[in-house]
């Protein structure tokens, strides 16, 4: 159990603004942030880095070991327990090669995400009703306490391996190379959050976004098995249904809505009022809008399958996201797919 978060402000949490107050408050923050700041460039990005990162080689270390550790964990999984499992259920061959990848991210967003719900509900860290808190009591080189340091070497470790996984483990998709990207910024974000110890507002992004994975991963994992032995499975394919008008409507609740108004109002507006003189505010505000912007890319897959539905045009929810089948076996392909011996076709591809 973590020591008692800090507490609210003088007049209690602020209400979560509109998407206009977020514009208005967090666009007229950061102007006046750049009109203030004489001396930006290269030099004060050097002072800053000098004065206000923290991040030991050992800790570099572990989390190098933790992202093979987690490599080779999934590597046996999916080797003994995960291909037996869809032969055994005679999944389809295309599904059979797919499942691995759905199920090893299922249990992990479903562990993480679990893990930081009981950070912000189950502890005394106020913020997830009082976002602004997160920059309350900011110092440098603070001490980070053991249960968000589990949480960040947890997450951060797996985000190294997913970068290797998104090239030569996980199929190949139309968004692989934005997944790539989202992958990168999001180990930059969390290694980088951990060094000027901006792990507060760290945990707050990972809930809000670990919760679509889960979804998604549970929805294709019932797509795979709704048509196990050949026959049609009524309770996979209504779990999929469900799982997918969930994952549409928390993924624009969770990163559309309490994303930009909790996290983006707090780093770009609030964290000035707090410190004024806050480190790397551009450096860390442009990245979780990068975030932002990933995250709408991606809705735009969600609202054209929904509409495929609405029309006709698309019968059974399916991945839009992945090539058809003379695409995923082209040689550009090719690299990441290796035939197994039992006829199927390995993923080599967050």
Not at 24 to 45: F, I, M, P, V
Not at 230 to 258: E, I, M, Q, V
């Amino acid at each position: 159990m973590a020591a008692a978060g800090t507490a609210a402000g003088p007049t209690g949490p602020e209400p979560m603004p509109s998407y206009a107050q977020l514009v208005q408050r967090g666009w007229g923050s950061a102007l006046a942030a750049a009109r203030g700041c004489a001396d930006c460039g290269w030099g004060l990005a050097r002072r800053g880095l000098a004065e206000h990162a923290h991040l030991a080689p050992p800790e570099l270390l572990l989390l190098a070991l933790c992202a093979l550790g987690w490599t080779a964990l999934r590597s046996a999984a999916t080797s003994r327990l995960f291909r037996p499992l869809a032969k055994r259920c005679r999944l389809q061959p295309r599904d059979a090669a797919k499942m691995p990848e759905s199920a090893w991210k299922f249990l992990f967003y479903l562990g993480a995400w679990s893990y930081s719900a009981y950070l912000l509900f189950g502890t005394d860290y106020p913020f997830f009703h009082d976002p602004p808190s997160v920059f309350y009591d900011w110092k440098t080189a603070m001490a980070v306490p053991r249960d968000i340091a589990a949480a960040y070497l947890l997450q951060g470790s797996f985000y190294g391996h997913s970068i290797y996984a998104t090239l030569y483990m996980d199929a190949w998709r139309k968004d692989s190379v934005v997944m790539l990207i989202h992958h990168v910024v999001t180990l930059v974000l969390i290694v980088s959050s951990y060094a000027f110890r901006y792990h507060k507002v760290g945990i707050l992004v990972l809930f809000l976004h670990d919760i679509s994975d889960v979804q998604l991963e549970f929805t294709k994992l019932n797509i795979y098995f709704k048509s196990r032995g050949g026959s049609h499975h009524r309770l996979h394919a209504l779990a999929a249904d469900l799982g997918c008008l969930s994952f549409s409507l928390s993924w624009f609740w969770f990163r559309l809505y309490w994303f930009p108004l909790k996290v983006l109002y707090a780093t770009s507006h609030c964290s000035l009022r707090a410190v004024p003189d806050i480190p790397f505010y551009f450096f860390f505000n442009a990245l979780l809008l990068l975030l932002t912007l990933m995250n709408l890319y991606w809705f735009l897959y969600i609202m054209a399958f929904a509409a495929k539905v609405l029309t006709g045009q698309v019968r059974e929810v399916k991945d839009v996201r992945e090539y058809d089948t003379a695409e995923a076996l082209s040689p550009k392909a090719g690299k990441a797919e290796k035939p197994l011996r039992n006829g199927l076709v390995k993923d080599k591809r967050f």
